[in-house]
Structures are given as C-alpha cells and as structure tokens.
C-alpha cells in the first residue's frame, strides 16, 4: 500500500485544516496509509518510506516556518537521491500572498528533484495585524474542499502509479 506522508505545522490552526481536508481526501481513496505528521516530529527514514509528500506550511514573514525549515535541515541531505522521482504537493495558509514560501518549497523539491502534482494550494487570510496574525483561523470550506480534492487526487495517481 502506497505511503502518502504529510509534514506540516501549524500555529493557528489555518494550515492544520488545510492538512486534515488533504488526509480526508487522500483516505477517501482507501488504498494509501495517509500520515499526518508534525514537522517537529518527522524524521529522515519517514521520508525515505513515503512514496509521496505534502508540504503544509504557515507563511510567516513571506517565508516558510522556521519549523518546516526545521524538518528539511534535519531530512534534507539523509534524504538526497534517495527519494527522487517521487510526487509532492504544498499547502501553505498565507497572510498576504504566500508566493515566496512557495518558491522556498518548490527549490528545496527540485534539490530532491521531486515531481510536483499541481500548482501549490495557497490559502490567503488577508490579515496583517498583529492580534489578527496570531489569532486562530478559520479556512472557508470551499479553500478546504480544494485541498480535500488535491489530496483525492494524489492519493488515486499513488494507486494508480501515475506518479
């Protein structure tokens, strides 16, 4: 059975909804383990097991989180030309336009010369100020019901073998 590993964080809650619509999608294929896994917690040999990745990510100060960073600094080089070939996706909840965060992820991808599935999903809140920024988000359901068919779609080309 196919491994479809997403590594995200999340500090209020934005890029989390993104995340858990993308596993509900990916799982209603029924024939990939989907693994929704922190950042913090996701380690090189998890990597090197999934057959495809999702990237889910706060934008903050037009860049990825610094706990994304994290996870590829650590799984990065253990994982160079051991995974390429593979599909990935990218979720990022941004707060103005999330391009940037984005680009970090498509050339840290390229590095691993990963296959991207489609176009990042970029969620944009249009807050900037600073209790607003912080506060909990709420993604509208439509935002979630396209990460929820990205991951449908992920999950049938797994099963497929298109990827």
């Known amino acids: 059975m196919p491994i479809l590993l997403i590594v995200y964080h999340s500090l209020t809650g934005g890029t ?3 995340a858990q619509a993308f596993q509900a999608g990916a799982a209603a294929a029924g024939e990939v383990e989907v693994r929704l896994q922190h950042a913090s917690a ?3 040999d998890e990597v090197l097991q999934a057959d495809g990745l999702v990237f889910a990510t706060p934008e903050n100060l037009a860049s990825i989180s610094g706990m994304l960073k994290d996870f590829f600094d650590r799984c990065y080089y253990p994982a160079l030309d051991r995974i390429q070939g593979r599909p990935y996706a990218t979720l990022i909840c941004a707060g ?3 391009s940037n965060a984005a680009r970090q992820i498509a050339r840290i991808a390229t590095g691993w010369r990963l296959k991207p599935v489609a176009e990042p999903i970029i969620v944009c809140t ?8 912080l506060a909990p988000k709420q993604i509208p359901p439509e ?5 929820h068919e990205l ?6 080309g797994l099963v497929m073998g298109v990827f």
């Open 16 to 18: 989390l909804q993104m």
């Open 42 to 44: 996701t380690q090189s």
């Open 96 to 98: 103005s336009d999330g």
């Open 126 to 133: 249009h807050v900037q100020e600073p209790e607003a920024i």
């Open 143 to 147: 935002e979630l019901e396209r990460c």
């Open 151 to 156: 991951g449908e779609a992920m999950a049938a």
